[in-house]
Structure formats: structure tokens, C-alpha cells
């Protein structure tokens, strides 16, 4: 395991980052310096080749959206294996790839991480092997942090409804020879059957022991309402005790290879290196600077009309609240986070409401869009009185006439909470994988914060569509029934 990183006092975690400490231009400072980012996405067609590409060069980015379709996400070919004798330890460069990750590289800190995204989750598992994804993820985990022991380096990997992301961290001194080994991993050789047995015996004992479990009801029930019944979105993520139990190897290494696809893949790396130093299979970086990253195109259509209200009757003993705003698909991902932000500060006060027991709220990734959760635990007794309050506080960001100068103060606790999570490489490098796979294009949230006012969040929650909402809880003790 890799010995987390130090929590660093924030007025110095500014400068370790190569982020200005100053104050921003409004308050007299011109709030950035100017910084080398290097980015690429992978074009369709042949890898391009000559010299690198600078700013303003013809450069078309292909943006991604995420798919809902299920396994017509999926390529419809399967790569080759390896030729036999193949040595899995091998760190012998392959071929140049046609189709290569994009990167995404800033020079600071002594540990490097990458990360590889993939437009592919466990929405895409065959119906009768659901779990097949969190069973390959688990077993890369096994066989890859075995491999990366000597490197001092580890792998994680993530399953979403419709994203999987492989994080390496390394060390400066051996991140090359890691990184080489990943790619073997991801792309080149089989993975063993030791690796794959102790894989689908942790996902049986994970589905055995949520089996009948509330919050897992409460999650499936919660995606239902997002997506849809019977959208694959709403499937369980570790799959169903069956579809685990007759997974074979044959059907992990097939759905690797299909899951985990050159021609898909986008890549960001955080480190104390230059784009140049990359192996060839990861980038062909493009030099850019900050003022040239953008949000990137979307839609401005929300993922659906019309709001909803659900109410789950279950003998436990807390409710979980859910509201979800669908947001335009133009809208900052920083704005969304940002007013989650301020909505988090509304439903913590200090001293804490002993009726609350926990808060999460932050944009989140949905079919056909994005939307603003908000995710309650509640003592059941006050269900209503919290159903209430969530829904004032939201309408008051549409219409509460907070003065600037309170505003900043939230302000600058939203980028100190934002520069703190992405101290972390791997946590920065997942960020910008993510962004260039969903939008095609890396954004600059520390620049972008300073462009947000409190007129701006007024107007952003205007947008906001009306809610859907979920109650799970014994119905019986809200103060209103379940009305």
C-alpha cells in the first residue's frame, strides 16, 4: 500500500501546488501566473505524427458523450491476445497504438499518478453475468498491485454505471517501469487464474453480505427513480450472486478486452515530468495554456421534465432523502460544485441539527445529463420537516440577495475545499481523465472559481429543473404520513 499523502496546511498547500497564493484580480492581484498544461485527445482515423501541435494549430477534439444505450457502448471487436510465451512481466515497448490516450500533464509534487478512463461500466455486463465488471476490476487490482510491488507503486480501479478508471501511483523514481507494466496489464497479457478466483471470491462475500442489506435497496431504488426501472443504469454494481458464481476466466479476459478498449481510452497524468517523457502508448501532448481550456461543448436540454415524488415504505431506522435537480448540459461542472457547496454549509450548521445524521450533495453524472443530488440520512420522526427545508433552501439560491462581499467569503472556502481534494495527484488526474472523456476537453476549475458571482449562482439555480425525489423509510413515523 502506498502511505497516504500528508495533510497539508492550506496556506502552504498553495504553493507547493504552483497555484499564486496572491489575491485574485478583483481584489487587486492578477489572482493566476501564467503555466505550461499539455493536453491531447486521440482523433479519430490513423495516430497522428510530425511535431507536437501548439495552441491555435487545426487540432478537432472528439467529444464523447456517455452512452445509455448499454452494450452498444461496447466496441465490437475483441483485440487479439498475446502470442504464446508471452512474458507478463515484460516492460519491452509495444508498437506505437493507432488510437492513444489523451494527457493531461502539470509538473509539481514527487508522486506521479495516471489515470485511464474508459467509456464502459458495469451497465454493459451480459444481463446473466451481472458483476462481471467489479470481478475484472477486482482482479486487475489483485494481479496488478502483485506486479507493482517492487515499484513501491499501486493501482486502484472503479466501476461506474458507464466508466471504469484505472489510477497508478508511483513514485518519481520508478513511475516509467510501473506505467510499462500497466500497459501490459490493460492491454497486452491475460490475466491468471490465481488472480481471477481470489477476485470472484471477494465480490461473492461483498454480494452475500449486503444481500437484504437497506442501503442497498435504498441505492437500487434511488437509480430507479434517476433512470428508469429497467435502465441498466439502476442494475447492482457488484452484480447478482448467480451471475458472480458462473463467471468463467474466458468470459474475464473477453470482457477486458472488450471493456478496456485503445481506441476509447482517454488518459491524464499528474507528476514531476514533462508530456515528452510519456511512452509513446500513452500521448502525443499538444502543448496549450490555461486560457485555452474550456468546459467544452455540450447541450443545454435537461436530463428530463417534470419532477417526481416517491415514497419507499421500509421498517429501518433512518430515512434516506434524496432530491435530484436536473441541470442544462451546458452548465459548469465548478458551478454545480459550487452550489453544492453552499448547500452544504446551509444543511450543516454549527452546532449540528441532532436530527441529521448525513449530508451529501454534488453534481452527478445521469442518463442523458447531469443533475444536482442532495442525499439526506434523517431520524424517520422529522422526515417532512427535512423534505421542506431542502426544497426552501434550493429555491433560495434562485432568489436570495446575498452581497458580494459575503459571497467571496464562500467563495474562497469552495477553492480551499476544491484545492485541498485535488492536493492529491491521483484525485486531480481522475478529475481530468473524466472531463476529457465526457467532454472531450480539460477545464481549469482554480481559474474558473474567480469568474463565479453570487448574481451567477442566482442564475445557475434558476435553471435548475424540478426535482426528483426520493423518500425510503418507515412511512408510518413522517409527521405527515407519506401524504
Known amino acids: 500500500m502506498i502511505p497516504p499523502l500528508p495533510v497539508l496546511p492550506l496556506l502552504g498547500l498553495a504553493g507547493m501546488l504552483g497555484v499564486p497564493s496572491g489575491p485574485p484580480a478583483e481584489e487587486g492581484g492578477s489572482g493566476v501566473e501564467s503555466e505550461t498544461v499539455a493536453t491531447w485527445a486521440a482523433p479519430p482515423g490513423p495516430a497522428p505524427t510530425g511535431p507536437l501541435r501548439v495552441a491555435g494549430d487545426p487540432s478537432p477534439t472528439e467529444t464523447r458523450p456517455l452512452s445509455t444505450s448499454g452494450q452498444d457502448a461496447l466496441p465490437d471487436t475483441i483485440p487479439e491476445g498475446p502470442p504464446a510465451g508471452a512474458d507478463p512481466e515484460s516492460t519491452e515497448e509495444e508498437p506505437e497504438a493507432q488510437d492513444r490516450p489523451g494527457a493531461h500533464v502539470r ?37 496488478g498491485n502483485r506486479r507493482l510491488r517492487s515499484f513501491l507503486s499501486e493501482i486502484t480501479v472503479t466501476v461506474e454505471q458507464e466508466e471504469t478508471l484505472v489510477t497508478l501511483v508511483a513514485p518519481r523514481e520508478t513511475w516509467r517501469e510501473a506505467l510499462d507494466r500497466l500497459e501490459g496489464l490493460l492491454f497486452r497479457h491475460p490475466l491468471p487464474q490465481s488472480a481471477f478466483q481470489t477476485a470472484r471470491n471477494r465480490v461473492l462475500e461483498r454480494v452475500a453480505f449486503e444481500e437484504g442489506a437497506p442501503v442497498r435497496d435504498f441505492e437500487q431504488e434511488k437509480w430507479q427513480l434517476l433512470a428508469g426501472p429497467t435502465h441498466p443504469w439502476a442494475r447492482p454494481p457488484q452484480g447478482r450472486r448467480e451471475g458472480v458464481m458462473e463467471a468463467t476466466m474466458e468470459e474475464l479476459n473477453e470482457h477486458r478486452a472488450r471493456l478496456f478498449s485503445r481506441e476509447l481510452v482517454e488518459g491524464a497524468a499528474v507528476g514531476p515530468f514533462e508530456p515528452e517523457e510519456l511512452p509513446s502508448w500513452f500521448s502525443r501532448a499538444r502543448r496549450v495554456d490555461n486560457g485555452d481550456l474550456g468546459s467544452g461543448p455540450a447541450s443545454g436540454s435537461r436530463p428530463w421534465d417534470g419532477g417526481e415524488r416517491r415514497v419507499v415504505d421500509r421498517e429501518v431506522t433512518s430515512t434516506w432523502i434524496v432530491f435530484a435537480y436536473p441541470a ?40 442523458d445529463g447531469t443533475a444536482l443530488v442532495l442525499q439526506l440520512t434523517v431520524d424517520p420522526r422529522r422526515t417532512d420537516r427535512w423534505e421542506e427545508q431542502v426544497r426552501q433552501l434550493v429555491s433560495s439560491l434562485a432568489d436570495e440577495a446575498e452581497t458580494e462581499e459575503f459571497f467571496h467569503q464562500r467563495r474562497r472556502r469552495f477553492r480551499s475545499a476544491l484545492l485541498h481534494e485535488l492536493a492529491e495527484p491521483e484525485a486531480h488526474a481522475r478529475r481530468m481523465a473524466r472531463e476529457l472523456m465526457v467532454h472531450g476537453t480539460v477545464s481549469d476549475p482554480e481559474e474558473e472559481i474567480w469568474t463565479h458571482s453570487a448574481e451567477g449562482v442566482r442564475d445557475a439555480a434558476r435553471e435548475l429543473g424540478e426535482p426528483r425525489v426520493l423518500l425510503f423509510g418507515p412511512a408510518s413515523m413522517f409527521e405527515g404520513g407519506d401524504r
Open 328 to 367: 442544462p448540459g451546458d452548465m459548469s461542472w465548478t458551478m454545480l460544485e459550487l452550489m453544492a457547496h453552499i448547500l452544504t454549509e446551509r444543511l450543516t450548521p454549527s452546532p449540528p441539527d441532532p436530527g441529521l445524521f448525513s449530508v451529501e450533495v454534488g453534481p452527478r453524472t445521469v442518463p
Open 107 to 143: 509538473s509539481w509534487g514527487t508522486m506521479a499518478a495516471f489515470t485511464l478512463a474508459f467509456p464502459s461500466g458495469f451497465a454493459q455486463d451480459p444481463e446473466d453475468r451481472s458483476g462481471l465488471s467489479w470481478i475484472t476490476a477486482r482482479a486487475l487490482e489483485e494481479e
